[in-house]
């Protein structure tokens, strides 16, 4: 089945103005001269960026994405955004549910699941993360945990269309260590296993699920030709423009 590999870069909470909108700027002159890349591109500025690095993407084939969104559609939510919000900035995706919120925000995959619906309802595409951390590793618990994020902060109604999943065990996050491909493809395997029995067969083997955790140039091959991998969610080499293009072109795109 044809799933269009995603290479999404997460911003976190870095870039002012300035180094934010050359990133893009950057991103965007490489994606054009790629001519018509096979695989899709989104990056996920912070909040206050989103609006400046729209414009400097103009022409280029990258997507938008926020990096959080709340369930409502407006009100008294003092310092939260909604879905509506990012929709109208632009946005085409949000990431959901990654382990610095789950952390940082003790995000529950109930809310996560809240989140999901109506950032759907929005007209927003998901990526909702999941992941063990190195204790539930350790423990011999990955699957399990994993399952479990996935049963519960994936809504019902998720389809291939509006949901993608990104798979980062938090010990790689940031760290440089990495799970080994066995280890990757077991984990994306079994998820895929999981969104079969919750939404279907048809679905899941359309959903793209991401590999997240010090995706970096060097490795990008390994993971991102692995038959379950569809992409990769990353965060500290989608700040530099050369890495964040070379971990497509060395996946082959
Ligand atoms: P790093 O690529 O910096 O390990 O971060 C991964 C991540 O958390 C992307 O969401």
Redesign the pocket.
Known sequence: MARKTMIAG?W?MNCLSADGIELAKGIASEVKSMGKPECEFLVCPPFTLLSSVKKALRGAKVALGAQDAHFNVKGAHTGDISPEMLKDIGCTYV?LG???RRADHKESNELINKKAIAANQAGLKTVI?IGETLEERDSGKTIEVCTQQILGSVPDSATAANTVI?Y?PVW????GKTPTANDVEEVHAAVRKVLAKKLGKANANKMRILY?????PSNAKEFLSLEDVDGA??????LKVADFIAIAKNAGF
Do not use: D, Q, Y
């Open positions: 997460n976190k990431i990654h382990s610095e993360c990104a980062e790689a996050i940031g760290t997240g955790g010090s995706v970096k969610l990353i965060g500290g080499a989608s």
